[in-house]
Antibody, heavy 114, light 112 residues
Framework: EVQLVESGGGLIQPGGSLRLSCAASGFSVSSSYMTWVRRAPGEGLEWVSVIYAGGDTYYADSMKGRFTISRDNSKNTLYLQMDSLTAEDTAVYYC????????WGQGTLVTVSS | QAVVTQEPSLTVSPGGTVTLTCGSSTGDVTSGHYPYWFQQKPGQAPRTLIYDISNRYSWTPARFSGSLLGGKAALTLSGAQPEDEAEYHCILSYLGARPYWVFGGGTKLTVL
């Protein structure tokens, strides 16, 4: 059974950095497409980034240069490094196993506020 | 980047039928956009309802069906149940040299 558990969210000041983790079980992140999605308060879902099984990475334009997706195959964990955070980055962040029917984690809340 | 549009809200009577749509600013939605539909209830994570136009996921009730209709992706609910009240999100893939994905704004479906 696929399970995804996000962690690392919390309250962070504007301009700060945060690294989110997504611990996977039931499959290997190294052989899967893995995606980050977020949902800001009062908004719809927003695609953030994807990492292909082969390692290629892609980002939404608004996150490019500030966010970095990566994985640790030995820990079977996906990461999202977020830098230069602003209030507009406040959202619940979800990881998902994609490249087929999407399997979602429960999400982790990131609040950017002073 | 493309913009994906959905109806902001729809209402269906219990037992009734409703169709939600998902359009692209770049033109007709085709199989190459691999449209997906997700259901999300308040306080919960989204879950996959339909993938690749019309494939149901393991948990998806048969009353949900996906299709391409009039240049858009469509999600049809036939025989609405109270538990179908939720927000429905579509996503389209744009698989060019630099691929990206775009969600629609979501449709709030009320069963009333």
């Amino acid at each position: 059974e696929v399970q995804l558990v996000e962690s690392g969210g919390g309250l962070i000041q504007p301009g700060g950095s945060l690294r989110l983790s997504c611990a996977a079980s039931g499959f290997s992140v190294s052989s899967s497409y893995m995606t980050w999605v977020r949902r800001a308060p009062g908004e719809g879902l927003e695609w953030v980034s994807v990492i292909y099984a082969g390692g290629d990475t892609y980002y939404a334009d608004s996150m490019k240069g500030r966010f970095t997706i990566s994985r640790d195959n030995s820990k079977n964990t996906l990461y999202l490094q977020m830098d230069s955070l602003t209030a507009e980055d406040t959202a619940v962040y979800y990881c998902a196993k994609t490249g087929g029917p999407w399997d979602w984690g429960q999400g982790t809340l990131v609040t950017v506020s002073s | 980047q493309a913009v994906v549009t959905q109806e902001p809200s729809l209402t269906v009577s219990p037992g009734g039928t409703v169709t939600l749509t998902c359009g692209s600013s770049t033109g007709d939605v085709t199989s190459g956009h691999y449209p997906y539909w997700f259901q999300q209830k308040p306080g919960q994570a989204p879950r996959t309802l339909i993938y690749d136009i019309s494939n149901r996921y393991s948990w998806t009730p048969a009353r949900f069906s996906g299709s391409l209709l009039g240049g858009k992706a469509a999600l049809t609910l036939s025989g609405a149940q109270p538990e179908d009240e939720a927000e429905y999100h579509c996503i389209l893939s744009y698989l060019g040299a630099r691929p990206y994905w775009v969600f629609g704004g979501g449709t709030k479906l009320t069963v009333l």
